[in-house]
């Protein structure tokens, strides 16, 4: 059987069965070749911009005699897939930039309502103020660690633009009920200090002085947040 890490495993979790999904950047379709090998998935696909680690995916996906099951694509982003194939595109280990250009090229996404599942490694602000402020909405995130790392996962969907707060960029749009919700706002706390440090060295005191207003804001939830749950 494929066994997951814990960050995938959770992005499996996520994945609503009968789906049809396609991973973007699959690396070695892993994610993939459990979803099809547990019956998660009515159809997949795994693509890939290189033909390197995609080959990886063949050979994984036909070692356990799924290949019938998930269809491989050398593509760049969603290039390779027809709008309104699959139901559910799941992009995963990328910067929350580089997601956020491949949703722009494929307007397709939003129109259709397909679920999507990110994950992005960095810029998740960037990446959450570009959702809001292009049509996308977060149903629902989940927050998992992984050898010592916390990640974020996002399921989003198209709806109404507006923009995100600091506060939500930052503190997450739905965030408040996960147990790790506490161990997420120090780690974004320490981020925005540390770049207030360099700010205050670098004499950019008018730069700085939002973000102590945002971390006062994160500080406040983090203590409410740890009251609430015994903390």
Request: aromatic content about 6%; proline content about 3%.
């Amino acid at each position: 059987m494929i066994e997951l890490s814990n960050r995938l495993g959770q992005i499996a979790r996520m994945v609503q069965p009968g789906s049809v999904v396609a991973d973007i950047g699959t690396d070695h379709g892993q994610l993939m070749a459990y979803l099809a090998q547990n019956g998660i998935i009515r159809h997949g696909y795994a693509c890939d911009i290189n033909e390197k680690p995609l080959n990886k995916a063949r050979q994984i996906l036909a070692d356990h005699g799924l290949d019938d099951r998930v269809d491989c694509v050398l593509a760049s982003g969603l290039d390779g897939l027809a709008p309104g194939s699959v139901d559910t595109v799941v992009i995963a280990g990328m910067g929350g930039d580089l997601t956020a250009r491949i949703l722009d090229a494929a307007p397709w996404i939003r129109e259709h309502r397909t679920r999507l599942l990110l994950q992005p490694m960095t810029k998740v602000e960037l990446l959450r103020g570009w959702l809001r402020e292009n049509g996308y909405i977060c149903t629902e995130e989940r927050l998992v660690q992984d050898k010592g790392k916390l990640y974020v996962i996002l399921s989003v969907t198209g709806g109404p633009s507006g923009e995100a707060s600091d506060e939500e960029r930052y503190g997450g749009f739905c965030l408040e009920h996960d147990p790790l919700y506490g161990l997420y706002l120090e780690q974004q706390l320490r981020r925005l200090y540390l770049r207030m440090d360099g700010l205050h060295r670098g004499g950019d005191e008018s730069e700085a002085e939002p973000l102590a207003a945002l971390a006062d804001i994160l500080e406040k939830k983090k203590e409410a947040w740890q009251r609430g749950n015994g903390q």
